[in-house]
């Protein structure tokens, strides 16, 4: 879906996301304008596979790679990322 879709100007949209499984604490935060947000090691490691993703990828934890695997009737297509030669 989002490879094809095109905003009312006709522009694509490119996403980036990290993906972390483990413990969060999450929350209610403020009076004037509550949000509700998620804190801890977890959602940082995700935050930061976030922001140095490439465009239309999805980057995972070694964590989050193992349960996909490991779901009975996997059929999740996961690869290494690679930085030049390096893994």
Known sequence: FVRSY??????RIFIRT??????VVAGVIGTTLPKFSFFGDTM???SRMESTSEQMRIQC????HSLLLDTQGSVFKLEERRNGDEV
Request: proline letters at 5%.
């Open 61 to 64: 934890s070694e964590t989050t």
């Open 6 to 11: 095109r905003t009312k100007y006709n522009e």
């Open 18 to 23: 990290g993906l972390a499984s483990g413990p």
């Open 44 to 46: 940082n490691l995700a």
